[in-house]
């Protein structure tokens, strides 16, 4: 059983940046393609990227194309997430996830098996 682990999230200014880091306990992130979610307070959790297995295919949330950028180092076992020219309306918990069906870079949420606990970003204008 795979159970991700979030870091990287923090405070920072409106422009500024953040790389976010999913790792793994239990059996190998390589084996799973990763999606990553956000929450703000009083909003459904939302979908933000997914990447393949392999990496080579990425699919991305309109609200976060051009500025987040997702990818992955198998040989690290992680997943990244980096959130360049971030906004007030980004602040959330970033939550990482795998979905056994690793060709897959679904936005729906049901995919998505196992989740992390999360890492609060906080955007200030």
């Excluded at 999230?9 to 500024?16: D, T």
């Excluded at 997943?79 to 971030?86: A, E, I, S």
């Excluded at 990482?96 to 897959?104: D, E, I, K, R, V």
Aim: hydrophobic share 30%.
């Amino acid at each position: 059983q795979v159970q991700p682990v979030e870091s990287g999230g923090g405070m920072v200014q409106a422009g500024g940046s953040l790389r976010l880091s999913c790792a793994a306990s239990g059996r190998p992130l390589s084996s799973y393609s990763v999606g990553w979610f956000r929450q703000a307070p009083g909003k459904v959790r939302e979908f933000v990227a997914a990447i393949t297995t392999n990496g080579r295919t990425t699919n991305y949330h309109e609200y976060v194309k051009g500025r987040f950028i997702i990818s992955r180092d198998n040989s690290k076992d992680t997943v990244y997430l980096q959130l360049n020219n971030l906004k007030p309306d980004d602040t959330a918990v970033y939550y990482c996830a795998t979905n056994p069906l690793g060709s897959q870079v679904t936005v729906a949420h049901a995919s998505y098996r196992a989740w992390g606990r999360g890492t609060q970003v906080t955007v200030s204008s």
